[in-house]
């Protein structure tokens, strides 16, 4: 079955500790997302990526770090420089048509705790 | 920023009806996507809306009023594992994908 396969599922951190969250996805999708998902908030978009080698800032990306070296792939790493990281973060991906219904497809989503 | 406003939470009685509607600001609009997510799970798409009018699918419906930027979606026939939130999103025409902060569904037995 096609889809997105985010890991891990929940994951701890000491503060000053960088983290990776993996995502990748089999839909064949040109365009990746990462968003963050806190109480009482919308989802906001940290990095988003169009095309393989590309990415570009969402509202929100300070503090955190993405690569798009294959199609398939678009880790996100949370750095030491964010300062409130203790989140829900969300991967998501889409055939990446601007105009129209371009329907996101999202991950189970990763936990993410800094103690 | 443009506002997206929904309740916080609604509930309701299984095999109800509930309405969660969701306002925005007009200015740019090109697009209103509803979201469901069960607690700790991928939001998994439910509509799309772009024209005036209601869509229907299933038990699940979705309007749209462009000129009073205005949407609802119906939940008819409640059941126990529509219990979730339900978010909102509005497309602009600038190409941002801009989400409410959810409204969680609470059916009660």
Redesign the interface.
């Known amino acids: 079955d096609g889809g997105i396969t985010q890991s891990p599922k929940y994951l701890f951190r000491k503060e000053g500790q960088n983290v990776t969250l993996s995502c990748e996805q089999n839909l064949n999708h040109d365009a990746m997302y990462w968003y963050r998902q806190d109480p009482g908030q919308g989802l906001r978009l940290i990095y988003y990526s169009q095309i393989v080698n590309d990415f570009q800032k969402g509202d929100i990306a300070e503090g955190y770090s993405v690569s798009r070296e294959k199609k398939e792939s678009f880790p996100l790493t949370v750095t030491s420089a964010q300062k409130n990281p203790t989140a829900f973060y969300l991967c998501a991906s889409s055939n990446g048509d601007s105009s129209g219904a371009n329907v996101l497809t999202f991950g189970a989503g990763s936990r993410l705790t800094v103690l | 920023g443009q506002n997206?406003d929904q309740p916080?939470e609604m509930t309701a009685t299984e095999g109800a009806i509930v309405q969660i509607n969701c306002t925005y600001q007009t200015s740019g609009f090109n697009?209103l996507?509803w979201?469901q997510q069960h607690a700790?799970?991928?939001?998994?798409?439910l509509s799309?809306n772009?024209l005036d009018g209601l869509e229907e699918k299933g038990r699940f419906s979705s309007f749209l009023s462009r000129s009073k930027g205005y949407s609802y979606l119906l939940l008819k026939e409640l059941q126990m594992k529509d219990s979730a939130s339900y978010?909102c999103?509005v497309?602009w025409s600038w190409?941002?994908?801009?989400?409410?902060?959810?409204t969680q569904v609470v059916v009660t037995p």
Do not use: D, M, S, W
């Open positions: 997206i916080t697009g996507f979201y700790g799970e991928a939001p998994t798409f799309y772009v978010l999103a497309r190409g941002k994908l801009q989400f409410g902060a959810g």
